[in-house]
């Protein structure tokens, strides 16, 4: 087998008139090929993107050339491979249509042998608008398809096999993007070829693994081959097997044993052991193809069981049950195209220095990149997979039918062997929708389409996709939709998963999570604005306001007049202030006060969660990062800057945990232990004012069992507050081990506009040790959630966005990310100068 890469040297045009021919850059796009030649702005800053939508409504033209030599004018077989192409597709080799592609998921392969000349080849790939293919089957349809988030009018999104982010949705633009968008290239091969390998796991338990590969080999004849087996972690013997092939697909299965194997945990469970595995394929001594590939030895479950309450739902890996800590996550870029190794490795250092367990890949964005699970194996995150529906019913005929099995199988066959890969869900609240949605009285559906469209759900959802996954992937748990029922159904605190989305879309405040608790909580979140230094990078000074058209553009979530209750969202976002906060008119402080509220509520939420355990087993809010700078739900924003909401977050998730609640006239003081063993620590307890007088002090010997979650300390609120305002103390909680704080945390009894703050008198000093700065700070009274700005870099900090208490001083380490000239000049915005502003 040999490889022949076909990504450079690429060309580019409009397909109608004379346009001339401009380079093109493979993988890529036409947005991104006319932004890279200087033909269009950046969509990304102000109001750019409206200046683009032209593109979406054209046809396109890519071609290259590359020259065929004797070999591969010899070769037995000449094959070219697309690993993306986006979307409707003609491909021409020497002016002859080879390939038809129209799902922007799949790989497409075709031979060329018959096709290919000496010397010089052109391929040129014709693009169809997905406008121009989509608008007849819309307006032929004779109803509209319920699709939430496609933006604007008319909804087409799910007449094509293309992401749903890309239509528009409340966090991103609309950017129908068209192009070559994964790798293209031509192998060479003779007598047969490896086409795909499983790994199955037939047994496993610490004395040994009995393994099996199961791999397919395409062959153009009859011809007896070799397959040989190994490891260049020799962690098992080399086998060989003989196989006589025949014409076509042939299916080779290959046993072996691995002694004392070492598992594959996730995230705080133990460590990621993964086994290389090469497969050979020989002939006559030679190799003629090879697949590499590593696997991690582990079993996962899905766990559904009756129970006093209803059903359970937790994941179980190696036995152990695992509570889940997470986020939902998009691609890096709107643009996946320009992803780098980076991007993704800076992606997950968020998600692991979060203590994150499993991220979720949610139905409206794309199955990801190899490197991306490939990472996901090494750090140990475990990957909630959907399948790509999200937020709308989607034609079943017998067309779409086809495409989607072909993107199932490919996709599951290309991901099945990642360990991290841990479940299989069909989509993102369609079943939701289409029950609790009302889609059927605003679309005026007749009882026939009713029937129809939940007809195609069920072929879709309950027949092609798990239909695939069993036959491609059989032992992974498959998930029909996320969440099993809306939130607005009571079974939907019993069994399954959740969405809850009162808070936020429906204006519910924060203790409103108390009465939707679920098994499982796989999305929810509050916005928030990013800090003023992402602001500058995609807009400029008159245009920080709220009512600015720039800033509108930024804030994708439009007021829905059809729900009277679904405000824009900044609307929203300032009602919550107005309730919990203040609304600051310096925008700064705005964008600061914003990630404040964020913060608090995804703690709230999050502290009640695990709690909870084991009736609630997991937490996945809603959303990690931005695909485009903008006000969202993101923790993390485009450009890579932590907001208060990701800091909080990583306090949230750690292993050990005090946290108090406010439970029937008693603050109830819980310790969680993530931990894989006992936990033995001293749990301290301080009520005090803000300016350090502590009224009540305890101190307990706490022995806490591996993976639980207990109330450690029971304090009478009415007692310990005895005479003390409420809007002038908090609870200090602190665990400590070996005279080292290994947990603490704050708890107030009223939010944050009530609390009756006293200006604080600050001190900073810093030092320097390489590159890192080391930030010691302290101040006579208490200061609500302290932000350290470094002016002239960006970089890490150990905390930001921290409560301090009185007179303790605190450290905090600051990375700069790249090398710069002269010194990190730091400024400082907290809470208390807000207030007075």
């Given amino acids: 087998m040999k490889r022949i890469e076909l990504n450079g040297n690429w ?40 200046e683009i939508q032209w593109i979406e409504k054209e046809d396109w033209e890519y071609k290259t050339e590359f020259v065929a030599d004797s070999e591969m004018l010899n070769a037995s077989n000449a094959e070219i491979v697309f690993d993306g192409l986006d979307t ?32 010089k080849n052109e391929l040129r790939i014709y693009f169809h608008s997905p406008i121009k293919k989509t608008l007849p089957l819309f307006e032929k349809n004779g109803f509209e398809y319920g699709a939430n988030n496609s933006q604007p009018e008319p909804k087409l999104s799910v007449y094509s096999r293309k992401p749903g982010y890309h239509f528009g949705w409340d966090w991103g633009p609309r950017i129908l993007t068209t192009g070559i968008w994964r790798p293209v290239y031509i192998e060479l091969w003779n007598n047969a070829r490896i086409d795909n390998v499983r790994f199955v796991q037939k047994s496993l338990n610490s004395g040994r693994a009995h393994l099996q590969i199961v791999a397919e080999i395409i062959s153009s004849g009859k011809f007896l081959k070799e397959l040989k087996l190994s490891s260049s972690q020799k962690s098992f013997a080399d086998v060989s097997v003989g196989k006589q092939l025949n014409p076509g697909i042939n299916r080779v299965k290959i046993d ?100 994150m367990n499993m991220v979720r890949l949610w139905g409206g964005a794309i199955y990801e990149d190899d490197l991306f699970y490939d990472l996901c194996d090494e750090m140990g995150v475990m990957v909630w997979q959907d399948f790509m529906f999200a937020c709308a019913m989607y034609p079943a005929d017998e067309v779409m039918q086809k495409r989607i099995r072909a993107e199932a199988e490919y996709n599951i066959i290309r991901l099945r062997n990642h360990p991290s890969l841990a479940i299989w869900c069909g989509n993102n609240e369609i079943d939701e929708g289409w ?22 759900y069920k072929k879709i959802f309950h027949e092609i996709l798990p239909e695939s996954v069993d036959k491609l992937d059989k032992g992974r748990p498959y998930w029909q939709s996320s969440p099993k029922y809306g939130f607005v159904d009571d079974r939907s605190r019993y069994e399954g998963d959740m969405h809850y989305w009162g808070v936020w879309f429906l204006n519910h405040p924060r203790e409103k999570f108390n009465e939707f608790l679920p098994r499982f909580m796989s999305e929810y979140g509050l916005q928030s604005m990013p800090e003023l230094k992402t602001f500058m990078q995609f807009s400029q000074p008159q245009d920080w306001n709220l009512d600015s058209d720039v800033l509108k553009a930024h804030q994708r979530q439009y007021p829905n007049p059809k729900k009277n209750q679904f405000l824009g969202g900044y609307d929203m976002l300032l009602k919550y202030l107005e309730r919990e906060y203040v609304v600051p008119g310096n925008f700064e402080h705005l964008t600061y006060v914003s990630q404040l509220l964020q913060a608090d509520y995804l703690k709230y939420a999050i502290e009640l969660h695990r709690r909870s355990k084991p009736y609630c087993m997991g937490t996945m809010y809603w959303q990690l990062n931005d695909v485009w700078p903008v006000v969202s739900w993101s923790t993390v924003d485009y450009y890579g800057r932590w907001k208060a909401a990701h800091y909080a977050v990583k306090k949230a998730y750690t292993p050990v945990l005090a946290s108090a609640a406010d439970e029937n006239d008693f603050i109830n003081v819980y310790v969680i232990n993530d931990l894989t063993e006992k936990l033995e620590a001293t749990l301290s307890a301080r009520l ?40 002038e103390a908090l609870l200090n909680l602190m665990l400590i081990k070996n005279n080292t704080v290994i947990a603490d945390n704050n708890f107030f009894f009223a939010y944050t506009n009530r609390l009756l703050l006293p200006p604080p008198k600050i001190e900073l000093e810093t030092a320097q040790a390489g590159t890192r700065r080391f930030i010691k700070i302290a101040s006579d009274v208490f200061v609500k959630n302290l932000f350290i700005k470094c ?34 000049k730091f400024s400082l915005i907290h809470y208390q100068k807000i207030s007075v502003d």
Avoid at 89 to 99: R, T, W
Avoid at 447 to 456: Q, V
Avoid at 690 to 706: A, L, Q, S, T
Avoid at 801 to 819: V, W
């Fill in 435 to 456: 029950h609790t949605w009302g889609w059927q009285e605003r679309y005026n559906y007749s009882e026939d389409t009713c029937n129809l469209l939940w007809g195609y």
């Fill in 256 to 355: 072996f044993t691995i002694e004392a194997p070492k598992l594959w945990w996730c995230r705080g469970l133990g460590k990621q052991h993964l086994y290389e595995l090469n497969l050979e394929l020989i002939s006559d001594g030679e190799v003629e193809d090879n697949w590499r590939g590593r696997v991690g030895l582990r079993t996962l479950e899905l766990v559904e069981e009756d129970d006093d309450y209803g059903k359970s739902f937790y994941f179980k890996i190696n036995g152990k049950p695992v509570f889940i800590k997470g986020a939902n996550i998009l691609p890096p870029d709107y643009f996946p195209q320009r992803v780098s190794k980076n991007d993704y490795l800076k992606l997950l250092d968020d998600v692991a220095s979060a203590g």
């Fill in 88 to 119: 409707y597709a003609d491909v021409y080799l020497n002016g002859n249509l080879i390939l038809t592609a129209d799902n922007f998921y799949c790989g497409w392969r075709c031979n060329i042998g018959k096709y290919l000349k000496p010397g």
């Fill in 688 to 727: 005090m004012n803000f300016y350090g007088k502590v009224f009540y002090e305890d101190e307990i010997r706490v022995v806490i069992d591996d993976d639980s979650s207990t109330v450690a300390l029971k304090l009478d609120k009415s007692r310990i507050l005895n005479g003390i305002r409420k809007e």
């Fill in 11 to 50: 060309k580019f045009r409009q397909a109608k008139g004379e346009d001339a021919w401009k380079n093109a850059i493979v993988p890529g796009c036409v947005q991104l090929d006319l932004l890279n030649g200087g033909f269009i702005p950046d969509p990304y800053y102000r109001t750019n993107e409206r």
């Fill in 791 to 824: 002016e002239n870099t960006d970089g890490k900090y150990s905390d930001n966005y921290f409560d301090l208490l009185p007179n303790t001083e605190k450290t905090i380490e600051f990375e700069p990310e790249k090398e710069f000239a002269g010194a990190p």
